[in-house]
């Protein structure tokens, strides 16, 4: 029966045409939103509550482990880039702070840390000055110890991802990985992946934003920890600039710049930085280590005036703070864009209030640990409207 077979060649052909429609402007809806302005690009910027903010890309492999570039690289494709500071963290080793790679490049600041095999997973120790590891007798816990007592930061790198973090009794560890660039995209569909291959060389910027989805396992962990003790939140990179092929070949993708550009952790600080890299570690690992930062998607678009405070009669207390609940106080969101946003603010992971607009007032109803997501709007003929995560707030803990 001829006709059968042309009725579904036809049909075929209708549905790829759909497919293809649909993820053209789906991609396209995943954009960025405007041109970075010149104001975000500045080294420093003032948001509310007075602070100095800056950017960072965090977590990087260098040719120092299975990293595809060289250091020289990934500082050149952070100058293009633009974020104010990077922070290399290659496998085991801090050989690349040793032969002085830390420090200003061109106004731009290297600081270099260390990804540490433990046997509870992957660890970020940031701002130690000498090489650790957990081969001691005491193991992990004295690890930590050791990062803790160097005036260090411990962060749990992919919690929840192809290696998980699974020993979360140490109180003194810091933080852990909301968002990991190189691990985030794993959980997409086989659809979803296909249609990020087919659509990459078209609309790279849109592919790359699409990959990224609402942690939301890591957001439990985060929580769960967040009830008992404060638990600072990043959003890293990971960026390794290779792919493995087989033999010794790789494919130098995705990109440093790309992955500088995907996720970003803005870094609120008490003052501004000096311009002397040592104490600027300091300033920004001390902020970090306080939950003063939060994660943005890059991609969608910057965010330098963002902010998340409680106010308390003339007090403002920022993120990263444990307070008493006193009646009155008041929880403060601005995210300011250049297009329609929704805040979603949470008590203890449960949604509180989901509102469309760039600024948020709302009394605070009691204890709980509160944070905040903003999401962009973006629409497609075929789809409707859709939020997408643009930014994750650090904890204010009320007790
Ligand atoms: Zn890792
Ligand atoms: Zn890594």
């Known amino acids: 029966m001829p006709s059968l077979r042309k009725s579904l060649k036809i049909l075929v052909a209708a549905g790829l045409l759909i497919w293809i429609a649909d993820g053209f402007l789906l991609m396209r809806s995943e954009s960025p939103r405007s041109a970075p302005s010149p104001a ?10 007075g ?20 250091v020289a690289d990934i500082i050149r494709a ?18 690349p702070r040793f032969d002085g790679h830390q420090g200003y490049h061109d106004g731009l600041l290297l600081l270099v840390g260390e990804e540490v095999n433990t ?15 957990q081969d001691g007798p005491l ?57 990020a291959v087919v659509f990459l060389p078209f609309l790279p910027d ?14 439990r962990l985060w929580m769960h920890r967040a009830q008992r003790q404060p638990v600072t939140v990043i959003g890293s990179l990971d960026a390794h600039e290779r792919i493995k092929l087989w033999g010794e070949r790789h494919l130098a993708f995705p990109t440093y710049e790309r992955m500088f550009g995907l996720i970003r952790t803005y870094v609120i600080t008490g003052m501004e930085l000096t311009g002397d890299a040592g104490v600027d570690e300091g300033i920004l690992l001390d902020a970090i280590r306080r939950g003063s930062c939060y994660v943005v998607l890059e991609g969608y678009e910057p965010a330098p005036g963002f902010s998340f405070e409680l106010i308390m009669g003339p007090e403002t207390r920022p993120m990263g703070s444990t307070v008493a609940f006193q009646d009155g106080g008041r929880l403060h969101v601005t995210a ?39 999401y962009q709007l973006r629409s497609t003929l075929l789809r409707g409207e859709r939020q997408r995560l643009w930014i994750i707030s650090n904890a204010i803990r009320v007790e």
């Not at 952070?78 to 050989?95: C, E, R, S, V, Y």
């Not at 962060?155 to 140490?170: F, S």
């Open 206 to 219: 849109g592919v790359f934003n699409s990959l990224i989805d609402r942690p939301n396992e890591a957001i």
């Open 40 to 49: 975000a690009e500045t080294a420093v910027s003032t948001g509310p509550g």
């Open 78 to 95: 952070g100058q293009k880039a633009g974020p104010d500071f990077l922070i290399l963290t290659d496998h085991d080793t801090l050989q």
């Open 336 to 374: 300011p864009s250049s297009g329609p946003v929704r805040i979603r603010l949470y008590r203890n992971e449960v949604p509180l209030i989901d509102t469309e607009g760039h600024e948020l007032f709302v009394e605070v109803p009691g204890p709980g640990v509160y944070h905040t997501e903003v």
């Open 139 to 195: 193991g992990l816990p004295a690890l930590i110890d050791e990062i803790s007592e160097a005036g260090g930061v411990s962060i749990a790198a992919h919690p929840t991802g192809r290696r998980p973090w699974t020993h979360w009794t140490d109180d003194k560890m810091d933080g852990l990985e909301l968002l990991n660039g190189n691990s985030d995209w794993r959980d997409d569909s086989v659809l979803e992946l296909l249609r």
């Open 51 to 70: 602070g100095a903010r800056y950017s960072g890309a965090i977590h990087i492999h260098s040719t120092y482990s299975d990293g595809g570039g060289s």
């Open 119 to 133: 046997s509870a997973g992957h660890l970020l120790a940031l701002g130690v000055g000498r090489d650790v590891d």
